[in-house]
């Protein structure tokens, strides 16, 4: 009796344990992004110690902050410039406030020229529009800013890696105090891996993919074109915390050199993406 008994309880735990949890509930939709457009959230307003995440949405003329995080109305605007525009539209947050109003910043990349083009890149205050910083030299190339302590004295440092216009294959870093302390700054909380922008960029024949884990993570690096096609994966392996630099040739996977064009390089950590673009020119 016992072993019957335990049995058909056994039966009614398996039967009634899926019916247990109901359908999700909808809380938002939106249609109809064609492949020019990209959008998403973004960690925009500092509120005690978490941040409010925001709608918005990048395409190539200007990039759009919306007021809420289920979109409603457009609250802040940036219009690309015509180098910004032939950068390929490379706008991304900073991770933190710079400027002590509570509001990530943001960095923005140009192109300066056609066929030897020189990179420039500024940081600005999305509500204002000021710069808040920029490097705009005619005999140096830039790449995109990484903020951080590096001296652990409280106040954050700007990171920039610089190449001498016309590239010869030779580059250098420098370094800015930004007089912006760090309990002011205040990062996004939930940011566990960095992906840096890749130097240089457009690049022949190889580049440098960097990036950033706070731990040790399951990582894997893939390359796609322009139609979304993956054509190579460059990384899938369990990584250390600390900084990581992958060089990247141009190359599919089956080693063949590929055409000059526009080129995007995913980094996931533990299920999430990290996606950025850069342009092979030859």
Do not use: C
Request: net charge negative.
């Amino acid at each position: 009796m016992k072993l019957r008994f335990i049995s058909v309880l056994i039966l009614i735990v398996v039967i009634t344990i899926p019916n247990a949890f109901g359908q999700w509930n909808q809380e938002f939709q939106i249609n109809n992004f064609d492949s020019s457009r990209v959008a998403g959230w973004l960690p925009l307003k500092k509120l005690g110690d978490k941040w409010e995440y925001r709608f918005y949405i990048l395409d190539t003329n200007k990039f759009e902050i919306y007021n809420n995080h289920y979109g409603g109305g457009v609250q802040y605007t940036y219009n690309f410039t015509a180098e910004e525009k032939a950068a390929g539209n490379l706008l991304y947050s900073v991770g933190t406030d710079l400027t002590g109003d509570n509001i990530v910043e943001f960095y923005v990349l140009a192109y300066h020229g056609t066929t030897d083009i020189r990179q420039s890149v500024k940081i600005f205050d999305i509500i204002s529009k000021v710069i808040v910083f920029s490097l705009n030299e005619p005999n140096y190339s830039f790449t995109a800013p990484v903020i951080y302590d590096i001296d652990n004295d409280g106040i954050l440092e700007a990171v920039f890696a610089r190449y001498i216009y016309p590239y010869t294959g030779a580059y250098g870093y420098v370094v800015y105090n930004t007089g912006v302390s760090t309990s002011i700054g205040g990062s996004i909380e939930n940011l566990k891996f960095d992906l840096k922008q890749n130097y240089p960029n457009p690049f022949n024949p190889q580049t440098n993919i960097e990036f950033t884990l706070d731990s040790s993570a399951a990582a894997k690096l893939e390359i796609f074109d322009s139609n979304g096609e993956k054509i190579d994966k460059l990384l899938d392996s369990n990584l250390p915390a600390g900084k990581h630099n992958i060089i990247w040739r141009g190359e599919n996977s089956s080693g063949n050199k590929l055409a000059s064009g526009v080129y995007f390089y995913r980094l996931t950590v533990n299920g999430v993406d990290q996606n950025k673009k850069m342009i092979l020119l030859k």
